[in-house]
């Protein structure tokens, strides 16, 4: 069924990176690590702003002025906004300034090789299988494009966008349009029927069936349905190309 694609599409979370990295690795991580964080970038620009931000959504004109006025101490500065981020984590208020500061903490984190557990285990293996075989591999992040760029550079094993022949993301389209796939496909040089599309979700599965692509539904629990009779694998070691 898949000798005949040249080029691998690979929805990226839930297939090289677990489905869950937002809640069971990055948000943890980031709780864990915000005051040092703060205390080591309390000046960086990006901080800078955030805490002013934050200050402004508060009513105030100023982060010193929402603190209380000049004069306090920095442990205190740190200590107080680190539990206003903290809250926002728990009670999941992913509103600013919170993405400000969670992008340069894990640009920063994963760059320094601190945060594993994202990435699949031996996925540098299989993506150098499908290289050998003569297939072209494209990494498809309809959201969070910028940090799975960054995880496909950084992570526990291996540079994975060396092996990655054209990373996309939003800019084409949603996942869940058969727009988008035509797209996709346009711009790699090749007909929808060329792609083999690799995803863990049905949703966008069906538009990319709908769009001529071939397609392969990563599918841990054999209980879920789905509304066409997609292909299931139960890991990506059963795509092979002999």
Excluded at 51 to 78: I, K, T
Excluded at 217 to 242: C, G, K, M, Y
Aim: aromatic fraction near 10%.
């Amino acid at each position: 069924m898949h000798k005949q694609a040249q080029y691998i599409i690979l929805k990226l979370s839930g297939t090289l990176l677990r489905p869950d990295y937002f809640t069971s690795v990055l948000y943890p991580h980031a709780r864990q690590q915000m005051y040092l964080f703060l205390r080591r970038n309390w000046c960086h620009p990006t901080v800078a702003a955030a805490r002013e931000r934050f200050a402004r959504d508060q009513g105030a004109e100023s982060f010193e002025e929402w603190m209380g006025g000049p004069g306090l101490p920095p442990e205190y500065a740190y200590e107080r906004f680190r539990e206003v981020i903290l809250r926002q984590l728990i009670e999941q208020l992913y509103g600013e300034p919170l993405p400000m500061l969670l992008g340069l903490l894990w640009e920063e984190q994963l760059k320094a090789g601190l945060i594993e557990g994202i990435v699949v285990p031996e996925s540098n293996v299989l993506l150098h299988s499908w290289s050998k075989s003569g297939r072209k591999i494209a990494f498809f992040s309809p959201s969070h494009a910028a940090l799975e760029r960054l995880i496909t550079q950084y992570n526990e094993h291996e540079n994975l966008a060396r092996m990655c022949d054209c990373h996309i993301g939003s800019e084409l389209g949603s996942a869940v349009d058969p727009v988008t796939y035509r797209q996709i496909a346009e711009k790699l040089q090749i007909k929808p029927q060329q792609m083999l599309y690799i995803a863990n979700d049905a949703h966008s599965l069906v538009h990319a069936h709908e769009s001529g692509c071939m397609t392969a539904w990563l599918a841990a629990d054999a209980s879920t349905n789905s509304p066409l009779p997609l292909h299931r694998i139960n890991s990506l070691q059963e795509i092979v190309f002999a």
